[in-house]
């Protein structure tokens, strides 16, 4: 995840390694491992060869590794860890998206994820979760119990720039172009805001970022003037796109965590999201929420948010200084030395 992707399974990756290296436990040594970058993604065939190598890395070098250097234990930071070790495992589940949106996956997916997602939470001394909302899918839906889930949430960059300047006119959303996060819903809602908005305070552009994955022509049907879908972009363009947008929306309909939403608050940008799985746990007291995900709702719910723009900064402002607060890297990390260490002393 970490060498092929720009999404928040790989932030997590990137950043607790940063915060478990800055900290520097003196009591573990903790060495990473970085799978192979993988084949361009082209066809099917490199699509298969991709999986062949995961699975030799996962399930063959892990445990060599392992052995070879003697390792006391095994962290699977991406929903599946080996399928033999010859030590104890945690394994960090992001979601469980393919259980509760089944029909956004392929089969083939489903029964790959399902099976050694199954196998890993089943077999590994803990499980880490982004979320009380995955801990709880967990338990209903993989009957793990309890005791062996340790809900730990993510961290969010603090942005300690001063904000010089009123924000642009224009709301952010960063997603993945998949079916669940509903930004197709969103392109349209945005669209009818723009239709009815009047013109002064001046109407919001729409600015996408996130990469193909299944829905991207929907989306694409919908755009038009106002919208502007830009793909991956870079961290540093992120953060900046952080710091000049009015409104950041998250429409999804299902997350384990929620990155976006953190990061986008962590840089007093106010948001608009929706009220379900994770969202609450990230987005707390100061976020607007959905009342409904629909192009209508949606254009409702931008119409009122954007309508005062100096009590929509307060807003983000105190956003800021609360996720701030709740949130942070070193806090996720620190976290984590305490799971590794209390499986070690088992």
Known sequence: MAR???????????????????????????????GPPGLPQRNRLTSLGNLVLDLLWMH?????????RGAALVHASFNWAPWWSPCPTVVTLQDLAWERFPSDYPPGFR?????????????????????????????ALYGIPETRLRPILLGAAADDRPREGEREPFVLSVAVLHRRKRIAELVRGHRLYLERAPREPPPCRL?????????????AREAGPGCEIRGFVERSELRDLYRRAT????????EGFGL?????????????????SSLPEVAGDTAIYLESATPEGI????????????????????????????????????????????????
Do not use: K
């Open 60 to 68: 063959v070098w892990v445990p060599l590794i392992a052995w070879w």
């Open 207 to 219: 600015v996408v970022v996130g990469g193909p994955a299944g829905d991207e022509d929907a989306v």
């Open 111 to 139: 029964r790959y994820a399902r099976l050694f997602a199954r196998h890993s939470t089943r077999r590994a001394r803990r499980v880490i979760t982004p979320s009380r909302s995955t801990a709880r899918d967990l338990v």
């Open 299 to 346: 254009a409702a719910a931008l119409a009122q948010a954007l309508a005062d723009r100096r009590a929509l900064a307060e807003r983000g402002e105190a956003g800021r200084r609360d996720v701030l607060r709740r949130l942070s890297w070193e806090a996720t990390a620190r976290a984590t030395l305490d799971v590794y260490r209390e499986v070690l002393a088992e």
């Open 247 to 254: 409104l950041f929306v998250y429409p999804s309909a299902y």
């Open 4 to 34: 092929r992707r720009s999404s928040g399974a790989a932030t997590y990756v990137r950043e607790l390694r940063s915060a478990i290296e800055t900290i520097a436990p003196s009591d573990l040594h903790v060495e990473w491992l970085l």
């Open 260 to 276: 976006p939403v953190a990061e986008a608050m962590a840089h007093g940008c106010p948001v608009l999201v929706a009220r379900n």
